[in-house]
């Protein structure tokens, strides 16, 4: 089983989907800092100065020794108070939307670009195979007993 295991792992495929998963995670932490830190502020500034993370609804009461601000999601939901969190849901929405366009725009490209060398390909424009040794040998040979007049013996 372990052996079975080990080629399983070792296929191409696996480490490629490892791989894309790491860059993946790395990639993320870059959409949220780009969500959070460049284009909420701007769309909170477009929409009355509010941030999206600010909004959510108590469910439930809020422990008595509590001493945190009332209007701070972070801080309630530390204190373990039930909260419907719809501004966070928002920006993780938007996260989302972001990353899936980022994901499109590059994919788009790919696909492009693997057209376009298809298309290269197929409307002859790839250099021809180099001749064998051999061929090229025999053509110099050809070549050379002609220019002394010689001629080839029939076969």
């Known amino acids: 089983m372990f052996k079975d295991f ?11 989907l490892a791989v894309g998963v790491i860059i993946g995670g790395a990639f993320a ?4 800092s780009l969500t959070d830190d460049i284009i909420m502020p701007v769309v909170g500034a477009i929409f009355g100065g509010f941030d999206f993370s600010s909004y959510f609804v108590r469910l439930g009461p ?24 719809y501004g966070e849901f928002i920006t993780v929405v938007i996260n989302f939307i972001i990353l899936a366009f980022i994901v499109f725009l590059l994919m788009r490209s790919v696909n492009k670009l693997i057209a376009r060398l298809e298309h290269e390909k197929a409307s002859g424009q790839a250099e021809p195979a180099a001749d064998p040794a051999e061929v090229v040998l025999l053509r110099e040979i050809r070549d050379e ?10 076969v």
Do not use: M, W
């Open 6 to 16: 080990r080629t399983f792992i070792a296929r191409g495929n696996v480490l490629d």
């Open 29 to 32: 932490t870059i959409t949220k």
């Open 62 to 85: 809020v422990p008595a020794t509590y001493r945190g601000s009332l209007d701070s999601y972070p801080q309630l939901k530390a204190a373990g108070v039930p909260l419907f969190g």
């Open 145 to 154: 007993l002609k220019s002394r007049g010689a001629t080839p013996p029939v």
